[in-house]
């Protein structure tokens, strides 16, 4: 389960605070959060990246994960507030082209 303090409720939403880098060294901080998904049932998960300074492949391959994961449910899936590094390496990969921003 993910740390408790990177999940917030918002209403029907469950709000994900990733870490400052998402990548290879770290990306098991949000390893079990499907579960968390699957037991809270949100609306909504809302990424929020605007404390992500850098990420890798290893978080790209997360938020495509959590993003199948959350079609599959019929749940929504948002990007908040990605910038920098990782909005250019998203943007490159055309990851914005999929999966909403706000």
Do not use: W, Y
């Amino acid at each position: 389960m993910p740390d408790p303090e990177l999940l917030t409720r918002e209403g029907q939403n469950l709000i994900v605070h990733s870490p400052g880098l998402l990548d290879i060294s770290n990306v098991n901080v949000l390893d079990g959060l499907e579960n968390e998904i699957d037991s809270c049932l949100p609306e909504t998960v809302l990424l929020d990246l605007s404390a992500t300074t850098f990420m890798d492949s290893a978080g790209v391959g997360v938020l495509v994960r959590l993003f199948r994961f959350c079609h599959g449910r019929n749940i929504g899936f948002c990007l908040k507030a990605p910038g920098g590094q990782p909005l250019s390496l998203l943007t490159m990969l055309k990851v914005t082209d999929v999966m909403q921003i706000v």
